[in-house]
C-alpha cells in the first residue's frame, strides 16, 4: 500500500516566482509541487499538495490528513507566527509534521522568528529556498522507515 503524505502551503505561496524574489526566489509553488511529487516518489510515497490562504482552511486540512496520511509538511506562511488554531490543530493529532519556510525566519525580521507550530512540530527547515521541501520528504521518510 502506498503512504500519502500532505503537503500544505498558507497564504501568499500561490504569488511564489514573482513575489519577493529577493527573499523566495523564483521557484513557483508550481515548480515545487512537481520537485517534491519527484521526491516523494523516490521513496515510494504520494503528495497531496495543496494551498490556501484561508487558515480554517489549513486547519480543516491539518485535522483531515491526520486520518489517513503518513505525514505532513506544512508551510504556513505568515500563519506561523500567528495561528494558535494551526498550533492546537497540530497538538491534536500524532501525524508528525514537518515545519517549512523558505526563507530563513532567524535572519528576517523579529516577529518572524517565533513560531506557533515549531515546538508542536516533529521538525523544522527553514532557508533552503525550495530544497526545504524535499529535505522534508527526506525527513518523513525516514521517520516512516524508522518507525
Known amino acids: 500500500m502506498v503512504k500519502k503524505i500532505a503537503v500544505l502551503n498558507g497564504p501568499n505561496l500561490n504569488l511564489l ?3 519577493e524574489p529577493d527573499t523566495y526566489g523564483t521557484t513557483t ?9 519527484q521526491q516523494a516518489k523516490k521513496h515510494d510515497l504520494v503528495v497531496e499538495f495543496r494551498q490556501s490562504n484561508v487558515e480554517g482552511e489549513l486547519v480543516n486540512w491539518v485535522q483531515e490528513a491526520a486520518k489517513d496520511r503518513a505525514g505532513i509538511i506544512l508551510n504556513a506562511a505568515a500563519y506561523t507566527h500567528t495561528s494558535i488554531a494551526l498550533h492546537d490543530a497540530i497538538a491534536a493529532i500524532e501525524t508528525p509534521v514537518i515545519e517549512v519556510h523558505l526563507s530563513n525566519v532567524f535572519a528576517r525580521e523579529e516577529y518572524r522568528h517565533h513560531s506557533y507550530i515549531s515546538d508542536v512540530a516533529a521538525g523544522v527547515i527553514c532557508g533552503f529556498g525550495a530544497t526545504g521541501y524535499m529535505l522534508a520528504v527526506d525527513a518523513i521518510a525516514s521517520m516512516l522507515r524508522d518507525k
Open 29 to 37: 509553488l508550481e515548480e515545487i509541487h512537481a520537485l517534491t511529487e
Open 17 to 19: 516566482g514573482t513575489r
